[in-house]
């Protein structure tokens, strides 16, 4: 058993590597439909649950890291999501985007409404960390949880959530690319401006290939501490003059904003933030998960049902919102899963359409980033009253 805080974290970030090492050393199929960082909490989850560290010595270095890396990682994702490129989709395919996290939403409120009562009294605060990694991506989630002090086993109900029924989720809709010309006539969809959009991005994007460099890196990791220390000294003032919302919440909120005020300068252009954010989001999930048993997960039937519910008011909405508004298969295919999927997920199902467009299924899943936090506090609160 690991008793000293140092190795306790090298154990982490080793298995970690490992994991995403060995998703790029090798051809399993298995990465495909589940991404390492899910089987990095799984996996996790299962060493802490054996034992491999004790959680009373380890707690003084996880308490001390999570928050502060947390804040770094979502200002550092943010820094890809420039609002002006967003806007170039086009209102149809922002609108598709919107129809989807809509859709999300109302499917957490309505299986909240069901399900409360056998998923208990706090069951809203682990929806909606689940909400927020449903419309965004992990990150989102993690800083909700930041935000509303949700507790570690209460955590782990929503995180079970997210790898078992997203990854059916993702091999349905993988499956229903199958169905794209007959669900485009169902809903009389006019695909002729996808390409152009599409060609337009692939472009920008080739203009825009710059390679890593050792000083990018360390000027991105010392930009994001900056930005986490920053937020949260400005998180604690600002709380005590208006104390409606909780430090947390605060500090949420402002690095979202400088992430977002700094994607439109030139340092956003500075090469190794989606690496950067990504190294700093592997070291955030494997200590979540590591002060998570599986011990703890009694009512985890009740819940991953939970999910397959919010899942189907999801894709009855979305079919509804699709009809109504003429979407194309690949708009609400690949809008869903930028929700749920984020950019792990939503460039592979866009790519299986055609490798042209993978760049829309990047900027839908950078969207995702901008909403997530905030759509899933409200959604949250709103479960809250029923």
């Known amino acids: 058993m690991i008793t000293n805080g140092f190795s306790y974290i090298a154990a982490l970030l080793l298995f970690a590597g490992f994991l995403v090492i060995l998703e790029k050393q090798t051809s399993w199929k298995v990465f495909k439909y589940v991404p390492p960082v899910v089987i990095l909490y799984l996996g996790t989850m299962l060493l802490c649950t054996a034992g491999a560290w004790d959680l009373q010595d380890t707690k003084p270095v996880y308490s001390a890291m999570k928050n502060n890396l947390l804040y770094a990682m979502v200002f550092l994702m943010l820094l890809r999501c ?80 997210d790898s078992v029924d997203y990854s059916f989720w993702v091999m349905f809709l993988l499956w229903a690319i199958n169905f794209a010309p007959k669900f485009n006539a169902w809903t009389h969809a006019n695909t002729a401006a996808l ?67 700094i994607a439109v300068t030139p340092l956003a252009k500075i090469p190794g933030s989606t690496e950067m954010s990504s190294v700093l989001l592997y070291s955030v999930i494997a200590l979540l998960a590591s002060r998570a048993s599986f011990a703890d997960l009694k009512s985890a039937p009740i819940w991953i049902l939970t999910g397959f519910i919010i899942l189907g008011i999801h894709a009855i909405s979305l079919l509804a919102l699709a009809k109504i508004f003429k979407l194309d298969m690949f708009t609400c295919g690949v809008a869903s899963l930028a929700n749920i999927g984020g950019t792990a997920s939503a460039p592979i199902l866009a790519g299986s359409y055609s490798p042209a467009l993978v760049p829309v299924g990047i900027l839908m899943a950078l969207m995702g980033y901008v909403i997530g936090t905030g759509g899933g506090l409200i959604v949250a609160h709103i479960m809250s009253m029923i």
């Open 82 to 161: 420039d609002l002006r490129k967003v806007l170039k989709l086009g209102p149809k395919m922002i609108g598709g985007f919107f129809a989807a996290s809509i859709s999300i939403g109302i499917g957490f409120i309505g299986a909240h409404a069901l399900m409360h009562n056998l998923l208990g009294p706090n069951s809203w605060k682990s929806l909606g960390a689940l909400c927020g990694s449903w419309m965004g991506g992990s990150g989102n989630m993690i800083a909700i949880q930041a935000a509303l002090n949700i507790s570690t086993p209460d955590m782990a109900y929503a995180l079970l959530i």
């Open 195 to 261: 390409d152009e959009v599409c060609a337009r991005l692939e472009e920008e994007e080739k203009e825009e290939d710059q390679k890593i460099s050792f000083a990018s890196i360390l000027f991105l990791l010392g930009l994001g501490l900056a930005a986490s220390a920053v937020s949260q000294d400005l998180g604690i003032m600002i709380s005590k003059t208006l104390p409606f919302l909780d430090k947390a919440t605060w500090t949420v909120i402002l690095v979202t904003i400088f992430g977002l005020i």
